[in-house]
């Protein structure tokens, strides 16, 4: 039971750090022609949780794959890295 108790925390945790990252990115890294050009093609704060949940589950297994299980922070933070580089890089 424990280790559902755990992989359900890891889910949620990294599923709040993308909406975080995702939201916080759509408010502040877009200027007055970025958030005009978004809301002519469609794209809305939905569509940046979505990525940023995308980034941060990516990184989260990248810090898996990479072995810094032990720390469950450094994982938390390479799932942060991976959604802001994923935002990122979708926004380019």
Not at 28 to 54: K, N
């Amino acid at each position: 039971m424990p280790v559902l108790t755990t992989a359900l925390l890891n889910f949620l945790i990294v599923l709040a750090i993308g909406i975080v990252a995702g939201v916080v990115f759509a408010r502040s890294a877009t200027g007055f022609l970025g958030r005009a050009r978004d809301s002519l093609s469609g794209v809305g704060v939905g569509t940046y949780a979505l990525v940023g949940i995308a980034g941060a589950f990516i990184g989260f297994h990248l810090g898996v794959i990479v072995g810094l299980l032990p720390q469950p922070l450094m994982l938390y933070l390479t799932a942060l890295v991976g959604a802001v580089i994923t935002l990122w890089l979708w926004r380019r």
